[in-house]
């Protein structure tokens, strides 16, 4: 099993030093991955926490500069109100620089004023999310790529750097409604659903597995708070989607990242709260110590 941990890019811990500290911190403690949460211009109600929050690919760039091994994701990036080529030509240019370290994670969005803030349109969002990844790794596979879609028409056209690897960035998806579960399974180099429970989580594994059979490598991951001797109960996101939480002692936390595992968790991404510098790096310490390494693989 490998690890990650929610780097403070937004909310009320969100510092000048805080990103880089956190992210050689969780290098140094042997996380295998970082990752960063993405908005832009939310509406007021939604400003605590997505307010005051940094760009979550340059985020990436500048820690990314600053680590040597460890994976960068964004968790996840909110594709349909960007341009996608823009987002390939960003992504290609995180990953050929930190030697193919990117997991570019990604999904349809939910919050419908931003999207309204952007200028982008709200309702046909799936399409063209689905048009951006098609597109982004028609520009990453192909020496002179050309493309004729609903949204996006190019010819002619050259594309490098392409990313380090054939297989990088990674492409993950988030959300756990039917969609895009199957969506994930059909499109998508792994999924990545945010606070479901365990039950929730084997059936979306189930699911992506029967449609896979042994067409191509794919991870299952789960972002979660994960708050170690704490008493953090499950909640509701902004977005009214309910949150369920890893919490307890040493050994209820253990017992229950490993039911996960047993319904096919691979990548856990642990969020330890929006909290200050020195106490994120303390949880990030507890965790790496007492927890991570007996689950290791």
Known sequence: MKFG??????????ARNALADSAQLAENLGYDSIWTTDHILVPKKYQNPYGNILDSLMSLAYVGAVTERIYLGTSVLVLPVRNPIIVAKQAATIDYLTGGRLILGTAVGWMEEEFENLGSSFQDRSRRFEEAITLIR?????????????????????FKPKPRDLDSPRIWFGGNSNMAILRAAN?????????????????????????????????????????LNGKTEPYHAPGGEFRDVIVGNREQVVRTIEKYREVGMEHLVCYFGDTDLEQLKGKMKQFATEVATSLRD
């Not at 941990?5 to 969100?14: D, E, F, H, I, Q």
């Not at 084997?202 to 972002?223: C, D, N, P, V, Y």
């Open 187 to 227: 499109l998508a180099d792994g999924w990545q659903p945010v606070g479901v429970t365990v039950e929730t989580f084997s059936k979306g594994a189930q699911k992506i597995r029967s449609m896979l059979g042994e067409r191509r490598q794919f991870t299952l991951s789960l972002r979660i708070h994960v708050d």
């Open 5 to 14: 941990v929610c780097l403070p890019n937004y909310g009320k811990s969100l």
């Open 138 to 158: 028609t520009l990453y596979q192909n020496e002179y790529p050309q493309f004729h879609g609903h949204y996006h028409k190019f010819i002619d056209a050259t």
